[in-house]
């Protein structure tokens, strides 16, 4: 059985940093297209970042440019985003997604709130 398990969220003050992880099970890992996702109350759920099966294809969202970073680690079928420069605008929950084809699976998500 798929499962995606993300961890890393919390409670940060603008400008500082987190890093999120999601492990990943019960698939073959380095077959699928990682990505994460954020949704904020009320908003539509927002593609952050995204890295191919092998990691050589990367894209980010224009509003996390140059301060998020996306990496795997298909030995340890592990995803990671990490998040610099946070801003009050980048409070939502953070969700892992492992895609191929017409195939998803998801995770539960973490929570990510940028607040003073």
């Known amino acids: 059985q798929a499962q995606l398990v993300e961890s890393g969220g919390g409670l940060v003050q603008p400008g500082g940093s987190l890093r999120l992880s999601c492990a990943a099970s019960?698939?073959?890992?380095?077959?699928?297209?990682m990505s994460w996702y954020r949704q904020a109350p009320g908003k539509e759920r927002e593609l952050v970042a995204s890295i191919s099966s092998a990691g050589f294809f990367i894209n980010y969202a224009d509003s996390v440019k140059g301060r998020f970073t996306i990496s795997r680690d298909n030995a340890k079928n592990m995803v990671a985003l990490q998040m610099n420069s946070l801003k009050p605008e980048d409070t939502a929950v953070y969700l892992c997604c492992a895609a191929r084809n017409s195939n998803a699976y998801w995770g539960q998500g973490t929570q990510v709130t940028v607040s003073s």
């Open positions: 019960g698939f073959t890992f380095s077959d699928y297209r």
